[in-house]
């Protein structure tokens, strides 16, 4: 059973920068696709970003795009979310997920993370 774990979630003012870290454990296949989605209060799960298995790919939603920059250590089996020029309409629960295709549909993934929190002050 695969099992991943968020963290660098926080506090920040608008306009500050977070790393969040995604750490897979467990069994997992060597090549998978990672992402990120967010859900902040009263609002569904929405598409962030995501890598594919080898990093030559990879996909933003228009909201972060340009601010935003996922990556990923294969050896580490870990995935990153740079967050610069944060808004307060960037305030949510992160969430990272793993699946065989990177994809902005959340279906497309099998594992999920417990989620961290981001808050982002004006």
């Known amino acids: 059973q695969v099992q991943l774990v968020e963290s660098g979630g926080g506090s920040v003012q608008a306009g500050g920068s977070l790393r969040l870290s995604c750490a897979a454990s467990?069994?997992?296949?060597?090549?998978?696709?990672m992402a990120w989605f967010r859900q902040a209060p009263g609002k569904e799960r929405g598409f962030v970003a995501a890598?594919?298995?080898?990093?030559?790919?990879?996909y933003y939603a228009d909201s972060v795009k340009g601010r935003f920059s996922i990556s990923r250590d294969n050896a580490k089996n870990t995935v990153y979310l740079q967050m610069n020029s944060l808004k307060p309409e960037d305030t949510a629960a992160y969430y990272c997920a793993l699946g065989g295709v990177a994809s902005r549909v959340r279906a497309d993934y099998d594992y999920w993370g417990q989620g961290t929190q981001v808050t982002v002050s004006s």
């Open positions: 890598i594919n298995w080898s990093a030559a790919n990879t």
């Open positions: 467990g069994r997992t296949f060597s090549r998978y696709a």
